[in-house]
């Protein structure tokens, strides 16, 4: 079974977490919704989340794909941390999926992941980044990079990302159910 590991921090958006664990969920992968603090955290919209684990508790474990919600402040949060910086690094460097949505695609620039690649993001989110070639796209792969722009896109990034782990059946399966 695939696994996938989504990050939430304090501020994160929370519907574009829910949409990514609910979407990977149906599509059989094996989610591990990991908060940056003990506890529950509260959403950039206010709705409080209680992750599943912590960061700490599996920074060590091997992943198929690592996730990140947007949000603000969630995204400055993400990004002011050394462990995610890290973190994203090391599963990129092991060929793995690295997705990001909304402002978080700022968070794999800063990490430098995405020199030279293309990506969306959140309007503005990776305008100081000059060296990302950025696109208008709803969902932007490069290579086993994914970006998407905001929660208007959530539901199609995260039905790309059930097809990327788990097959274009799969997707199918998944978006059916979905009555879209």
Known sequence: MKTALVLFAEGSEELEAITIVNILR?????????????????????????????LDAISQNDFDMIVLPGGQPG??????????????QRIEQQGKYVAAICAAPSV???????????ATSFPGALNPFPKVKHQHASVVEDGKLITSRGPGTAMDFALTLVERLAGSAKRQEVEAGLQR
């Open 26 to 54: 149906r599509g059989g992968v094996n989610v591990t919704f990991a908060g940056l603090n003990d506890g529950a955290l509260r959403g950039s919209r206010g709705v409080v989340l209680m992750p599943d684990t912590t």
């Open 75 to 88: 995204t400055n949060n993400l990004k002011a941390d050394a462990r995610v910086l890290k973190l994203v």
């Open 108 to 118: 794999l620039a800063s990490a430098g992941l995405l020199d030279g690649k293309q």
